[in-house]
């Protein structure tokens, strides 16, 4: 018995039993359908805290002046005189699982350009800030060292401020006023939007940390020390040997609370990104148990095709069909009404999953895995729970089949 007959056959005796095999169809399609749209908004939910990760840091830490109290109340404040470039420097040279320190120091200040003034933060970096923070220039250039030791009043604006202050206007090769000092704007940095917590990362201006120090502020204490690991995986025993040295630097007891913060937002991301991991897979789980109530159902509408032909079971057995004959005609049976329900479950899945994105309810990512994924259950599971009637089908006694009305 070849193939197409086999399919034959099966579309044949379906037909017979329409409304039986469309429930099937059914419990099938729901399953593959909500299996993908799972998916695919997990996926989403993983992506967006991928995207996040990657733009947080180059193997980010961040040392922050200021301590917290062991209940996670922050002790210190902005401004706090616990940090200096000496640290910096000291972090960079002495511990090999650091690659990359930029000092920052950072504040509200009022700009300047024409008509226009706008309140915002500065923040005095070195020219190693784009690596560590993986910003990147939307036009112009970033300050060098040679501008950071001559403390060169220049900037870099974000695209808020840059948008604010000129508009349509090209900033680059223009002059703005910080605190009625001039500065060139020299680089615009590429949008960076919202950040989890809601702060808009654009709404910034880049200057030498020493132009801060010197023109601005007049104080030579660093806020921050943003640090680069050399992997994500030496990470938290680079935290560590950061928090032993700067214990030492600053002559604290075993018993005194440490005057900095060490984060590592990264592995918060982390952590977050296991979570959504986690809730996918839970997820999906729940949607494959939908498949399996309808491979019952095939296993249901099968054993109960067998006993209902009995007779021409026999009577094929008898005019010289085999058991492998009556098996896979069974089987067939099971395989077509699987790929159907699998078919129309991965147009539904797709179409599901398109439409809450359209509609902005939460981002769907559809891949061409878990597609795969999903077409691939629907005929597992028809011959899965196909496989045993029509295993009994094919081991029944064709006398006993003819003898039954």
Known sequence: MNFGTIGREAFAALRRNWMRSVLTILGIAIGVGAFICVVAIGNAGSAQIEAQLQSLGDNFIWVEAGSRARNGVRAGARGTRSLTLADAEAIQHEIPLIRTVVPNVDGPVQVVYGGQNWSTTYRGVSPQFLQVRRWELASGTFFSDAEVKNNSLVCVLGATVAGFLFGEKEPVGQTIRIKELPCKVIGVFVSKGYAANGRDQDDVIALPYTTVQKRITGEFWLDDIFC??????????????????????????????????????????????????????????????????????????????????????????????????????????????????????????????????SMALYPAKLSAATLLLGGLFSPCVGIVFGYYPARRASQLDPIQGLRCE
């Open 228 to 357: 680069s690991a050399v992997s994500r995986e030496s990470m938290p025993e680079a935290s560590r040997e950061i928090k032993a040295l700067l214990r030492e630097r600053h002559h604290l007891g075993a018993q005194e609370d440490e005057d900095f913060n060490i984060r590592s937002p990264e592995e918060l991301l982390l952590a977050q990104l296991g979570a959504s991991h986690i809730m996918t897979v839970l997820l999906a789980s729940i949607a494959r148990l939908a498949l399996l109530v309808g491979g019952i159902g095939i296993m249901n509408i099968m054993l109960v095709s067998v006993s209902q032909r009995t007779r021409e079971i026999g009577l094929r057995m008898a005019v010289g069909a085999t058991e492998q004959d009556v098996q896979a005609q069974f089987l067939g049976e099971a395989l077509v009404l699987s790929l159907i329900g699998g078919v129309l479950g991965m147009a539904g899945g797709i179409s599901a999953a398109l439409a809450i994105n």
